[in-house]
Nanobody, 125 residues
Framework: QGQLVESGGRLVQPGDSLRLSCTAS????????MAWFRQAPGREREFVAA????????NIADFVKDRFTISRDNDKNTMWLQMNNLKPEDTATYYC??????????????????WGQGTQVTVSS
């Protein structure tokens, strides 16, 4: 059984930067596309960014494309989400996920096979 664990979420001020990490264990996710989703209270889980298994290709949601980047290092079994110029509307629980059959273009949560427990990001002054 594979496991994904997110870390790095915390309270920050508008305009700050934050890097989230997702560490995989229990199995090799090196052939899985991986992604970040987020969910704010009362809202559906939404796609943020995804990266191919090779780390060559990425897909970033339009609403964060100019501020967020996604990366991964398969040797370290870790994926990151670099978030810059954070805004209050970025406040949410951020989840990492992995899909065996999907690609970096896969944006539906139901297409992902493994999920982490989430890490809370709060942007507030």
């Amino acid at each position: 059984q594979g496991q994904l664990v997110e870390s790095g979420g915390r309270l920050v001020q508008p305009g700050d930067s934050l890097r989230l990490s997702c560490t995989a264990s229990g199995r090799a996710f090196t052939t899985y596309a991986m992604a970040w989703f987020r969910q704010a209270p009362g809202r559906e889980r939404e796609f943020v960014a995804a990266i191919s298994w090779s780390a060559v290709s990425t897909n970033i949601a339009d609403f964060v494309k100019d501020r967020f980047t996604i990366s991964r290092d398969n040797d370290k079994n870790t994926m990151w989400l670099q978030m810059n110029n954070l805004k209050p509307e970025d406040t949410a629980t951020y989840y990492c996920a992995a899909t065996k059959s999907g690609t970096h273009w896969t944006t539906r949560p139901s297409s992902y096979d493994y999920w982490g427990q989430g890490t809370q990001v709060t942007v507030s002054s």
